[in-house]
């Protein structure tokens, strides 16, 4: 059974950081890209960072590049995302995903707000 876990999110000010974790389960992790979703309040889940299964190819959309990094330790299941500079923008619920195939596996989400 696969099982991912956020966690890390909190309420932080505008510049500040965080660190989100998402730790994995009950597949071969080694062998899947791993991703950040990201759901902010009125819109859909959009994705907004990427890691293959080497962690040596990463991908992050336009709004949060130069800003978040992914970076994932195979050894431990583990994969997080460093929030840097945050925004009021970046407030939503953040999710860790991974696929095989046709089937899609989500966590349950990790609250992030960024605010004075």
């Known amino acids: 059974q696969v099982v991912l876990v956020e966690s890390g999110g909190g309420t932080v000010q505008p510049g500040g950081s965080l660190r989100l974790s998402c730790a994995a389960s009950g597949f071969r992790f080694d062998t899947h890209i791993m991703r950040w979703y990201r759901q902010t309040p009125g819109k859909e889940r959009a994705e907004i960072a990427q890691i293959d299964d080497s962690g040596l190819a990463t991908w992050y959309t336009e709004s949060v590049k130069g800003r978040f990094t992914i970076s994932r330790d195979n050894s431990k299941n583990m994969v997080w995302l460093q929030m840097d500079r945050l925004k009021p923008e970046d407030t939503g619920v953040y999710y860790c995903?991974?696929?095989?195939?046709?089937?899609?596996?989500w966590g349950r989400g990790t609250q992030v707000t960024v605010a004075s």
């Open positions: 995903y991974t696929y095989w195939v046709q089937d899609e596996f």
